[in-house]
């Protein structure tokens, strides 16, 4: 069942480490380091590697972001966004900065990786000061507005995905990998609000770097791309990405996201990381800076 007021509060709310429009996420051994790539003889290779890049670390940055609609029109919001790995499951937590209609609104998600157990996201609104337990199978509402569905923030299972290798090239100077994916259950489009579409992975750290699905929408797509790559405490990652949305062959809107601080490895604390920290004056979650927002 679809719940669109519910998911408008969401699009509010929810932050993470930007998971981007690909296949998969996963559950098994982090490979996003310097060390050499694995060997790479299909596409579900390429699916492998890009879930598990995401394993075995935590992160924490701000997020500023502009978003541009289709009259020209600009907002902005700036969060911060966290995350932790724990055992198979991912918890991520976020805080608007920016606006002040929107300040100190907080989010805690869990990606679930188990059997029969679905996402879980709390919210908590400082304007009750209350914490709200929420449960979607559609988590296609966009994040704060901009063009990014909060489903693609969350990580994904490869099994929910066939693919197919289109072939190699170059973007940006980097050699990726070129697939077309298409998830193989209607649940996954439910959830994303995304269908078929083709993605483009650094071939070194299975990075996504470029991507263009169709949206369920009629004759809509959704278009993401990376820039300005670099390495953090063991981690390949880009500092600035885009979504647009193209409808009829048209940019209609663009958001673009940056990221500050951004940090790997920095073994946050555990307590940030539960329903009942949310809105907590008790721990350092609100005041934290890594190192290199403070130099």
């Not at 929810?14 to 998971?19: D, E, G, N």
């Not at 499951?89 to 805080?95: A, E, G």
């Amino acid at each position: 069942m679809k719940r669109p007021a519910l998911l408008k509060t969401l699009s509010t709310a929810i932050a993470s480490t930007f998971l981007f429009t690909a296949g998969a996420q996963a559950t098994t051994t982090q490979l996003n380091t310097q060390a050499s790539p694995p060997p790479v003889k299909s596409c579900q290779d390429v699916l492998l590697g890009i879930q598990n890049r995401y394993n075995g670390y935590d992160s924490w940055r701000i997020v500023k972001m502009k978003i541009t609609d289709e009259n020209g029109n600009v907002k902005r919001r700036t969060i911060t966004a966290t995350h932790q790995n724990s055992g198979i499951n991912r918890y991520l937590r976020s805080r608007v900065l920016e606006p002040a209609e929107l300040r100190d609104t907080e989010a805690f998600a869990v990606d679930s990786f188990e059997d029969g157990k679905a996402d879980k996201v709390w919210l908590y609104m400082p304007s009750t000061q209350k914490t709200l337990d929420v449960e979607s199978k559609d988590l296609s509402g966009r994040l704060y507005g901009s063009d990014i569905a909060i489903g693609e923030m969350l990580i994904r299972l490869a099994r929910d995905y066939d693919c197919k290798m289109l072939g190699e090239g170059e973007y940006k100077g980097y050699p990726v990998y070129k697939l077309y994916v298409n998830p193989n259950n209607e649940d996954e489009v439910i959830r994303l609000g995304l269908r078929d579409g083709e993605v483009w992975v650094e071939k070194d750290t299975f990075l996504p770097v470029h991507s263009t699905f169709n949206a369920d929408a009629p004759n809509e797509q959704r278009i993401f791309d990376t820039d300005v790559y670099r390495w953090i405490n063991g981690v390949f990652a880009p500092e600035k990405y885009s979504v647009s949305t193209r409808k009829d062959g048209r940019i209609i809107s663009t958001s673009l996201f940056q990221n500050y601080g951004e940090q790997f490895n920095i073994g946050l604390p555990k307590d940030w990381y539960s329903p009942e920290s949310l809105g907590s004056l008790t721990t350092n979650w609100r005041e934290f800076r890594t190192e290199s927002m403070k130099n």
